[in-house]
Every structure is written in C-alpha cells, then in structure tokens.
T-cell receptor, first 112, second 112 residues
C-alpha cells in the first residue's frame, strides 16, 4: 500500500512570497489533515477535510493560509503572503475515518 | 491544551535497557490515544493506540499504560535499541470528533 505523498519536500522562499504544498492521501482515505510542526513542538492541526468538505479549520490563519480538496482526493495548502514565523514542517495525514492517521514525510518550509 | 515549548525533554537510555516515556493529556473527555514515533526528516509513525476502556495494551516490545484518574499516558519500550532513537509524541482524541491534540514530545536517545 502506497503511503501519503507530499511535495515538494523542501522549499525556501522570501517573506511576502507565496508557496503551495501538495498532498496525495492513501487511496480510499476520506479524511485528510494538514498540520504545522514548528521545530521542537508537536504537530498542530491547521485544517481537516472529510472527502471534499472542511470539518475543522478553526486554527487555520485564514488571512494568509488556504486549503482545498476539490475532488475529495488530493489537497493543496497555500500560504500567501508568507511570514518568517511560517517556517515549519507542513505535514499531511490521512485516515479512513476518525481512527489511526497515516502521515506523509512533510514539506520543510524556510521563510527568509 | 495545545503543544507548547521550545525545548523537547530528552530521555537518554542505555541500549538494552527499558525506556519509559510519559505524557500528560489535557482533556478529560478524550477517549482514544495514540503514540507516534518521529524520526528526523520523517512524518510521525504510528506505534500503538489505546482506548479509554482499557488501562494497558501491549504490542511488540511496546506497552502503553493509561491512567484516566490523573490523565496520564506512558509508553514503555522493552530492550531499547539504537533504532528506537527518535521523538515520541502522544496524541489524544475524543470520539465523535476528528481532531487530535498532540503532546509536546520527548526525544529518546539510545546510548551504545
């Protein structure tokens, strides 16, 4: 079984630029999560989808972050414009329902 | 509450010894818990889970203990090996929700 795929693995941008991350969940997983993991901390949920609908985006900074999952499969997370404090690893995870989550390798973002 | 803290607590153990990693969870309504292992440059990997109707669950070389009275979770690793070196996170969930809250994490260092 293929795991959760994410790209790119690394990204370096200057502040005020835009960036987008892509995630392909495990086939058949209806639930998809985006997490932000700042160095030295645990993952913090940004947004979760059930199929193509948003279940929880209460911690998503909506003035600069957006996410979509148009066909209920792949998802993209965008930051526009980026700030220095957005430097982190962005993790995508998927699950069949509310149970065990499977994580991708993450995208390490550095904002300079 | 949410994961906080700039510096991960570190547990150093001798190879072959047993390791015990602790986690205090925040929500008394949480009834499902997962331990994850995160190696450098990778996403969190599922180790073991436990539901609140149990106080102990065993896997291969790992045991999770749950004390609901004091909202405490522990992960025991038997005969710790160099490959166990990683950061370990606990995550809590409440049935009926998809949201997982991650703990701060503990770095396990295995000494040869």
């Amino acid at each position: 079984e293929a795991g959760v795929a994410q790209s790119p693995r690394y990204k370096i941008i200057e502040k005020r630029q835009s960036v987008a991350f892509w995630c392909n969940p495990i086939s058949g997983h209806a639930t998809l999560y985006w997490y932000q993991q700042i160095l030295g901390q645990g993952p913090k949920l940004l947004i979760q989808f059930q199929n193509n609908g948003v279940v929880d985006d209460s911690q998503l900074p909506k003035d600069r972050f957006s996410a979509e999952r148009l066909k209920g499969v792949d998802s993209t997370l965008k930051i526009q414009p980026a700030k220095l404090e957005d430097s982190a690893v962005y993790l995508c995870a998927s699950s069949l329902g509310q149970g065990r989550q499977y994580f991708g390798p993450g995208t390490r973002l550095t904002v300079t | 509450g949410e994961s906080v803290g700039l510096h991960l607590p570190t547990l150093s153990v001798q190879e072959g010894d047993n390791s015990i990693i602790n986690c205090a969870y925040s929500n008394s309504a949480s009834d499902y818990f997962i331990w994850y292992k995160q190696e450098s440059g990778k996403g969190p990997q599922f180790i073991i889970d436990i539901r609140s109707n149990m106080d102990k669950r065993q896997g291969q070389r790992v045991t999770v203990l749950l004390n609901k009275t004091v909202k405490h979770l522990s992960l025991q690793i038997a005969a710790t090996q160099p490959g166990d070196s990683a950061v370990y996170f606990c995550a809590e969930n409440t049935s009926g929700t998809y949201k997982y809250i991650f703990g701060t994490g503990t770095r396990l260092k295995v000494l040869a």
